[in-house]
Structure formats: structure tokens, C-alpha cells
């Protein structure tokens, strides 16, 4: 449906492969790759893990004990009420229990003089979502430091206490001697209980709280309205509780415990292959997958235009990927110290923003990602905050000495930018955005509606003034202290391999600033913003972003670098394209026409707009400069569109047929990912005006001739094959210790 028709171009590109990955253990229809024989010899690795002692007890929890004591209690005896240097890890279904439960674990530990109770020294370590990433990577190290890390064989000095959510259940490779839990769908179980002795080398204690449930009937009398809609609900949650308990009372027993063994969990699920009474009960336990919409063509192919902002065949493509959950949106948070906004002047445009985030975009360790509606609270108690800690200080007219490292806000500061996850710039905010006091409570009702609507799936970028972040990365409204930005001159992240992991870094200037050059030349000028901008005169002061030289996202970053005549790239990229061709053994034709695209695909370089808008030595042709990037000069100019006039009549490309030379100007204009389906027009000089717009036609339509050919994937694959020449070129141009510009190399 997805690939190719032609048989003969399937021998050219390689087949795509789906691979299904699971270690929920639902049923399959097909047959999953699992053991063998082998593995399940007595001795082998396998075999110890799959017999790992785990004895599971469970508790009933009566509806007056509170859940977080009970857990609390039983992590403690666990512990030997704290005499024993066990690591223990409690799991919560919620978050705030979770955090309840620490913190009664705290109070445990501080003993009780007047019981004669002493205080006991011990580690606690809160794992949970909703937490920005660079407080969970710490968390992380932390965890490891303490020996919860399977494979790091530290003994704990001392009782060591682990609490999480469903973030303890994938993604970290946790190991803990005992556990504690709340009851859960059985496929959660399975994963927590994948968390406790993990390589079979000690005998672990395991204790489930099972919360008693309210049948039915009690709880529709508590449903005030829609009885149907509440009904099913009650009778689905009585109905799984009582198969989550059951399944634990199938597993075997051994010396008056739940055995919980791997082995025994991989026995219970091939015993149900042969049992439709014990599969149905495994199937209620656990939480139905999620129903998802069917993938046609048609919205492959919408989802493959990317160059298009906006299209009405386009939906988001989250229910295809997770399914249709039924789950809260979320909102990622970023904190900066430096927003792309003026304390003179006119305010930035939204393209200003758009390319201040492209050149400092939000990295995977600023982000805090949770549910809508949090983030609207967070803000709304924080804007309240702040504006009431002013005590009437903002000021309502900017003066040119502010700056963004001013301690308050005034009055109609932009405080958050609420960006799209195509960097788009969906709303710009200020305090007062966030706060619904108005009289019209219909009125604050849309108001909050609406921004709902606007930060559901978007990240909102705030200003570090706005605080609000609690040390262990969560939201907290009552955070005064700003926490640490990616951008705010401190380190972030380690490096790796002497690279820094966040490609940018941003700084201050102003007039007076000596100009900054780095001795090594491994950062280089990405983008100025002007802060302030006084009517009739110069800008006084910039935010200066300087990525670093390897970083290669975007064109402005592949074309800034070590300065390169245009002609020497070309060159490079064309035997690199030779070398890749070679490599992948593409027929003859294939190798020329891919060859012929990296020679030309730059050749748009040479219009004097690029030149300028690159801040080019004027002594030839540049391809690489060290910029900086003027983005007014070149009023939009896509050198990908200028190559295609010179690519189009030249004799090289004329010598292939047809359709190699469809595909050679397709990968010219796409290999900055533009023309799916289009292209800007914009900046070109070299055509009259009807004449471009001809040529931008003949884009789009190529791109539907050659989609169909190959098929959105193997024309995506062709693209990425121009992409890495080009990359690899740049990189050997950055690598030189000579000057580039020179043809020696």
C-alpha cells in the first residue's frame, strides 16, 4: 500500500521493515520471538532471572487506612524499621501519592521522642512524570549512585527509598531488594514487578495493597447525573478490580507466598494459551489496547507535505501512534533566561520569534511535560503571584536600560511564548493572560477555554523570572528562586566526547561590547536579536545566538562555517555522493544522476542576495561562511529554488533520461526539506516574476509524479542520500586545519 509498485525499483531502495516491540505481554496473534531452548537450560543467565525469588504478599487495605500510610508503613518494616541498608522502591498509581508517601517515610525516619522512637538517617528519591527531564537525569544519576541501577552493585550505607509512578515502570532500568505497591492492571504489575531483584541474585520481599473497591451499586448512588454513562464506568472498574486480584491469586504458591517469579508470570501466560477461562481473566486485568484509526495512503502522503504549514487532510498524528486514549492533553514547559523580546521598540514579529527558536530551539533536558490544565493553574496562581509581590512597582512604559534581567515585570511584559511542535508561534502571553478575575464569569470562562486551546500540545517557553519550578524538577506555584536555564551562561549538561549536548548557547551584547570570537572556532554566530531598538537609531543591544560548528539542523547552520568556495563544495559533496552510491550499489544511471544532484544542488549560492545576506568575502563564490546570517537581506530567498534555473539546462542533466532528471531537480529543491509540495518564490531575482511562479508549478507537480513513483518513503529515502552528502561535505570542510577557501585539499 505504502511502497513501491514497480519491481524493478524495489531491487534500487531497500524495504521498510515494521518491527513490533512490547514488554506488556498482551496476546498476539502472530508469533513473537521469545526463548528458546537454550535459555532455558538450569545454569544459564536466563534461567536465574527467570527464577529470581520474588515472594508476594498481599494486604487488603480497609477504606479508613490511607493509602500513602500504608505504603509508607510497609517500606519501613521492610527496612527493619530502618535498621537494615535495604533499597526498597515504593510504586503509586498517582503522582501526589507518591509524593505523600516520601514524605511519611521522612516522618518515620525523624522517630518519635516521645515514644523514646530515634531518628534514623535515610535516602529517599522521588521518580515520577510530570518532572522536567533535566531534574529526572539528575534523579537518574542519583538512583545509580544509590545502587537502584541494575548492574551497579553498590551496597546502600542505608535504608534507601525509591518512590514512583508509572515513569519507575519503563524506560530506567531499576533494581530494587524489596517493593511495595498499590494494586494495578496487570500488565503495570508485570513491569513493576520487573523492578525488584532483576538478576536473581537475592530473595526479595514484595507487598501489594489491594484498596478495597466499591461495588456498583454504592457507586452510582454517588453519580448525580448521566446514570448510564456512570454505570458502565462502575461496572468496568469493579469488574478489572476483581480480575487484577485474581490473577495474583493464580500465580503459584511457595512457602505461604505469591510466587512472582518471572518464570512463574511465563508460566501463567502459557497456561492461559490453553485455558480460555484464565485468558479472559489475564484480558480483563489488563488494559485494553487502544482502538486506532486505520493508515490509508492518502494520509501518509498529507502527513508527507511537509512544506506545507497548514492542510485540511492533515490531522495530528498522535492517535496513529498511541491510539485513541482517553487522556488529558499536555503542554510541555521550557524556562529560559533570554526571550526573544524588546524592552524598546517595536515588538517582535512572530517570524523574529519563529527564528530565534530555530536557532536556539527547546532541548529534550529543558522540557517539564504534563497535562494541560496543570500548566493553566500553575500559571495562573504564579501570575497572581507576581503581580500581587510587585505591589504596584510594574511600570507601564519600557525604558531602555531594562533588560530581561529586570527582577519584576512590568505591566504587559510578554512573560511566555506558547510554540507549536513545528516551532510555530501559536500565541504570545503576558501575565495578564493568565489571570480570570473579571466580573463576566461566562467571559473568563472562554478566556481560560481558549488558552487551553492554545498551549494543548504546544511548548510554552516562559521566562525564568516566572520561577515556579521545585527542586525536583516539578511545578510548584510557590517556587520563588529561578531554576537554571539551558541558556542562562552556566553548564547544563556534561559533555560528550568533548562536544557540548545542547548545540547553542546565547549571550548579551551591546554597542559597548568587545567583539567575541572563539580562539578555537568552534562556535560560531547563528542569529542576533535586537532587545532594544530606539526610534531613528541603531540597536543598542542584541540577544547573540552562536551554535556549535558541528550542528547541522538547518540551512543556516550547514552553510555557516568554515568559509568554503562554492565550487570546492561542490565538488566534496559530489564525491561523497560517488563514494555513498558505491557503497549502497546503486545501478549506474542512479550513481550519475546523484552525483549530478550534489554538484548542482548549491548552485543558488551564487546569487549576490545569498552572498550578501551570508556575509561572504568578496574574493569568489561562497558555499560556507562565518556569517553572520543576515535574515532581512535575504527576505526569504531559498537558494534550493535559485538551483533549479542553472540545474535544469545544464548538459550533465540534460544526458540523463527523464526521469533521473525529474529526480535530480526534485532532490535539489528538497534537500533543505522544502518542495512537499512547495516552495518560496521569494528573494529570487533571476526570472520574472510569472516565470518563477512557473517554476515553483513545476515543483509541486514533480513532487507528485516522483511520490507516486516511489512512494512517500522511498522518495524520502532518495532525499536523505543528497542530505548526508551534503552533511558529510560540510563536516570535512569543519574538520580542516588549513584554510578552506584554499584548493590545496
Not at 493509602?67 to 515504593?90: N, P, Q, T, Y
Not at 557503497?583 to 549576490?608: N, Q
Not at 533521473?660 to 512547495?678: E, K, M, Y
Request: proline residues 5%; contains cysteine; charged residues 30%.
Amino acid at each position: 500500500v505504502f511502497g513501491l509498485k514497480d519491481e524493478a525499483l524495489k531491487e534500487i531502495v531497500p524495504p521498510f521493515n515494521l518491527l513490533s516491540l512490547s514488554a506488556t505481554g498482551r496476546t498476539r496473534t502472530d508469533k513473537p520471538f521469545g526463548l528458546t531452548e537454550a535459555d532455558l537450560k538450569p545454569g544459564s543467565v536466563p534461567r536465574k532471572r527467570l527464577d529470581a525469588r520474588k515472594r508476594l504478599t498481599i494486604h487488603p487495605l480497609d477504606r479508613e487506612t490511607k493509602l500513602k500510610d500504608a505504603l509508607a508503613e510497609e517500606a519501613w518494616k521492610l527496612s527493619g524499621k530502618g535498621a537494615s541498608a535495604v533499597r526498597c522502591i515504593v510504586f503509586c498509581h498517582k503522582r501526589k501519592d507518591a509524593a505523600d508517601t516520601k514524605e511519611a517515610i521522612e516522618k518515620l525516619a525523624r522517630g518519635d521522642k516521645k515514644q523514646g522512637t530515634p531518628e534514623v538517617k535515610v535516602d529517599t528519591e522521588l521518580f515520577v512524570g510530570g518532572r522536567r527531564v533535566f531534574e529526572r537525569e539528575d534523579a537518574a544519576k542519583r538512583l545509580k549512585k544509590l545502587g537502584f541501577i541494575a548492574g551497579t552493585k553498590v551496597a546502600p550505607m542505608r535504608p534507601a527509598f525509591v518512590l514512583a509512578t508509572s515513569a519507575g515502570e519503563v524506560g530506567v532500568d531499576l533494581d530494587a531488594d524489596h517493593m511495595v505497591s498499590d494494586l494495578v492492571a496487570w500488565e503495570r504489575m508485570v513491569q513493576r514487578l520487573g523492578r525488584v531483584n532483576r538478576r536473581g541474585d537475592g530473595a526479595a520481599n514484595v507487598i501489594v495493597l489491594n484498596e478495597s473497591q466499591q461495588k456498583p451499586e454504592e457507586a452510582l448512588s454517588k453519580v448525580p447525573s448521566d446514570r448510564t454513562k456512570g454505570e458502565s464506568k462502575a461496572v468496568a472498574d469493579y469488574e478489572a478490580w476483581v480480575a487484577r486480584s485474581d490473577v495474583l491469586d493464580r500465580l503459584p504458591c511457595k512457602d505461604g507466598t505469591v510466587d512472582a517469579s518471572p518464570g512463574a508470570i511465563r508460566s501463567l501466560k502459557l497456561s492461559a494459551e490453553a485455558n480460555p477461562e484464565l485468558q479472559a481473566i489475564l484480558d480483563a486485568a489488563t488494559t485494553p489496547a487502544p482502538l486506532r484509526p486505520a493508515l490509508s495512503r492518502a494520509l501518509v502522503e498529507a502527513w508527507s507535505m511537509t512544506s506545507l504549514k497548514k492542510h485540511t487532510g492533515r490531522p495530528e498524528i498522535a492517535p496513529w501512534l498511541r491510539g485513541w486514549i482517553n487522556e488529558a492533553r499536555q503542554t510541555a514547559v521550557v524556562w529560559r533566561t533570554h526571550l526573544p523580546v524588546r524592552t524598546r521598540g517595536n515588538a517582535a514579529t512572530n517570524k523574529e520569534i519563529e527564528a530565534y527558536f530555530e536557532a536556539a530551539p527547546p532541548h529534550a533536558s529543558e522540557r517539564l511535560e504534563t497535562e494541560t490544565y496543570r500548566v493553566v493553574e500553575w500559571m495562573t496562581a504564579r501570575a497572581k503571584a507576581l503581580l500581587r509581590a510587585s505591589n504596584g512597582q510594574i511600570s507601564t512604559e519600557p525604558t531602555e536600560e531594562a533588560s530581561s534581567e529586570t527582577s519584576h515585570f512590568r505591566k504587559g511584559d510578554v512573560a511566555a511564548v506558547a510554540l507549536s511542535g513545528a516551532g510555530d508561534v501559536r500565541v504570545v502571553l503576558s501575565l495578564e493572560h493568565f489571570v480570570f478575575e473579571s466580573d463576566d464569569k461566562k467571559a473568563n470562562k472562554r478566556r481560560k477555554d481558549e488558552l487551553v486551546r492554545n498551549l494543548a500540545g504546544a511548548t510554552l517557553v516562559v521566562d525564568v523570572r516566572i520561577a515556579g519550578l521545585h527542586d525536583d524538577g516539578l511545578l510548584d506555584h510557590k517556587a520563588e528562586d529561578p531554576p537554571g536555564t539551558v541558556d542562562d551562561g552556566e553548564s547544563w549538561l556534561s559533555t560528550v566526547d568533548n562536544e557540548p549536548v545542547v548545540r547553542f548557547r546565547v549571550r548579551v551584547a551591546d554597542a559597548d561590547s568587545e567583539q567575541f570570537r572563539d580562539v578555537e572556532q568552534r562556535w560560531k554566530q547563528r542569529l542576533r536579536f535586537a532587545t532594544v531598538m530606539p526610534e531613528d537609531r541603531e540597536p543598542s543591544h542584541w540577544l547573540i545566538v552562536e551554535k556549535w560548528l558541528h550542528d547541522a539542523a538547518t540551512e543556516d547552520d550547514r552553510s555557516a562555517g568554515q568559509p568554503q568556495l562554492l565550487d570546492t563544495h561542490r565538488r566534496w559533496a559530489e564525491c561523497r555522493a560517488h563514494e555513498l552510491a558505491g557503497r549502497l550499489g546503486l545501478p549506474e544511471g542512479y550513481t550519475d544522476m546523484l552525483a549530478i544532484a550534489a554538484r548542482l544542488h548549491d548552485e543558488g549560492k551564487r546569487a549576490k542576495r545569498w552572498q550578501r545576506a551570508f556575509n561572504a568575502p568578496t574574493d569568489g563564490d561562497y558555499a560556507k561562511t562565518l556569517g553572520p546570517i543576515n535574515q532581512a537581506r535575504l527576505d526569504g530567498y531559498r537558494h534550493e529554488f535559485g538551483s533549479l534555473k542553472v540545474a535544469a539546462k545544464h548538459d550533465e542533466l540534460l544526458k540523463l533520461p527523464n526521469d533521473l532528471q525529474d529526480l535530480a531537480l526534485h532532490l535539489i529543491a528538497a534537500h533543505h526539506g522544502f518542495a512537499r509540495p512547495v516552495i518560496s518564490v521569494n528573494g529570487c531575482e533571476d526570472t520574472p516574476p510569472s516565470a518563477l511562479e512557473e517554476r515553483a508549478r513545476d515543483v509541486a507537480l514533480r513532487f507528485a509524479r516522483l511520490q507516486k513513483r516511489w512512494g512517500p518513503w522511498g522518495l524520502s529515502w532518495w532525499e536523505a542520500l543528497l542530505r548526508a552528502s551534503d552533511l558529510q561535505a560540510s563536516r570535512d570542510n569543519d574538520a580542516l586545519d588549513a584554510d578552506p577557501a584554499r584548493e590545496s585539499a
